[in-house]
């Protein structure tokens, strides 16, 4: 991977003291951007990066039934040695681990709390993948229990723009999504452009959505950060989408479940729908 310093600089100043990194992976190409994302995030902290996979139950048509996964097999192990190597060349210390459970968002739970872990990142499938992510996908429940910030990567994504998006409801969890979003600005002088979102369900309700906006102007006023507000009346998901796309936003910062609650997270929330359909990375902040 061809990096320069700026790269390095972006990220390090973009997501903040990072000490512990758990990346997780699957082994297929949905894990790529996340996997890059890992390694130059360790690297531009000068950190080790963690990487776990999760073997567990698989189908077995034959015998109509669930089955464990006893081994990596050949061809994870042939995918594990080529991450080592893109380590060495990135200069970057990988500790790979694999764990055996029956619910993989146990165990990357599990190790993310063990390890005090700032951030998890992890990958994310294919724009057929919106069914699987509503029904209550790996994802939707790491991004449900997660002790810390999850960092989503489609597999093409690359965090290289200038511009980062804070969606925001007003609520308690899209205030701390708020207050990340606002400090990524704020240390981050490769930030050209900071942008606060807030959408309304009908005309009726946008001046509560500005209202909103005021607050997060009001606070990035006081930490002398630079923001440009957008309102906009439509499905909140679509709507975040459709300005991410307009405005060329290369990272979105999300609160985990607005005002819907943790049961409706694991059942099509803005924020899964957001994370299955986005073109870049999606930040949800804890």
Same mark, same amino acid.
Request: proline share 2%.
């Given at each position: 991977? $061809?990096?320069?310093?700026?790269?390095?600089?972006?990220?390090?100043?973009?997501?903040?003291?990072?000490?512990?990194?758990?990346? /997780?992976?699957?082994?297929?190409?949905?894990?790529?951007?996340? +996997?890059?994302?890992?390694?130059?995030?360790?690297?531009?902290?000068?950190?080790?990066?963690?990487?776990?996979?999760?073997?567990?139950?698989?189908?077995?048509?034959? &015998?109509?039934?669930?089955?464990?996964? $006893?081994?990596?097999?050949?061809?994870?192990?042939?995918?594990?040695?080529?991450?080592?190597?893109?380590? @060495?060349?990135? *200069? @970057?210390?990988?500790?790979?681990?694999? =764990?055996?459970? *029956?619910?993989?968002?146990?165990?990357?739970?599990? $190790?993310?709390?063990? =390890?005090? /872990?700032?951030?998890?990142?992890?990958?994310?499938?294919?724009?057929?993948?919106?069914?699987?992510?509503?029904?209550?996908?790996?994802?939707?429940?790491?991004? #449900?229990?997660?002790? %810390?910030?999850?960092?989503?990567?489609?597999?093409?994504?690359?965090?290289?723009?200038? /511009?980062?998006?804070?969606?925001?409801?007003?609520?308690?969890?899209?205030?701390?999504?708020? *207050?990340?979003? @606002?400090?990524?600005?704020? =240390? %981050?002088?490769?930030?050209?452009?900071?942008?606060?979102?807030?959408? #309304?369900?009908?005309?009726?309700?946008?001046?509560?959505?500005?209202?909103?906006?005021?607050?997060?102007?009001?606070?990035?006023?006081? $930490?002398?950060?630079?923001? &440009?507000?957008?309102?906009?009346?439509? &499905?909140?998901?679509?709507?975040?989408?459709?300005?991410?796309?307009?405005?060329?936003?290369?990272?979105?910062?999300?609160? &985990?479940?607005?005002?819907?609650?943790?049961?409706?997270?694991?059942?099509?929330? +803005?924020?899964?729908?957001?994370?299955?359909?986005?073109? %870049?990375? +999606?930040? +949800?902040?804890?």
């Amino acid at each position: 991977m $061809e990096y320069d310093k700026e790269d390095l600089m972006y990220r390090t100043e973009l997501m903040g003291n990072i000490k512990s990194i758990l990346l /997780t992976t699957d082994g297929s190409k949905y894990s790529e951007g996340a +996997v890059r994302e890992g390694l130059l995030l360790a690297k531009s902290c000068s950190i080790r990066l963690t990487l776990l996979y999760v073997l567990g139950l698989s189908d077995t048509y034959e &015998t109509g039934g669930l089955t464990y996964v $006893e081994n990596i097999g050949n061809d994870m192990n042939g995918y594990f040695n080529k991450l080592r190597e893109k380590a @060495v060349e990135e *200069n @970057v210390e990988v500790e790979i681990v694999i =764990r055996r459970a *029956n619910e993989a968002y146990k165990a990357i739970i599990s $190790e993310a709390i063990e =390890r005090k /872990t700032d951030i998890i990142i992890m990958g994310r499938r294919g724009m057929s993948g919106l069914k699987r992510l509503v029904m209550g996908s790996v994802t939707a429940k790491v991004i #449900a229990y997660s002790p %810390c910030k999850v960092l989503v990567v489609p597999h093409k994504a690359d965090i290289k723009g200038r /511009t980062i998006m804070l969606a925001t409801d007003g609520s308690e969890y899209s205030e701390h999504a708020q *207050n990340e979003a @606002v400090s990524m600005a704020k =240390r %981050c002088p490769y930030v050209n452009s900071f942008i606060a979102l807030s959408v #309304a369900g009908s005309e009726d309700t946008l001046p509560d959505a500005k209202s909103i906006l005021d607050n997060v102007q009001k606070y990035s006023d006081n $930490e002398n950060v630079s923001l &440009t507000p957008i309102s906009a009346i439509g &499905t909140p998901y679509e709507a975040i989408l459709k300005q991410a796309e307009r405005n060329n936003v290369s990272l979105i910062i999300m609160g &985990t479940h607005g005002r819907t609650g943790i049961s409706k997270l694991l059942l099509g929330s +803005v924020a899964e729908r957001v994370i299955a359909l986005a073109a %870049c990375s +999606v930040l +949800v902040v804890k």
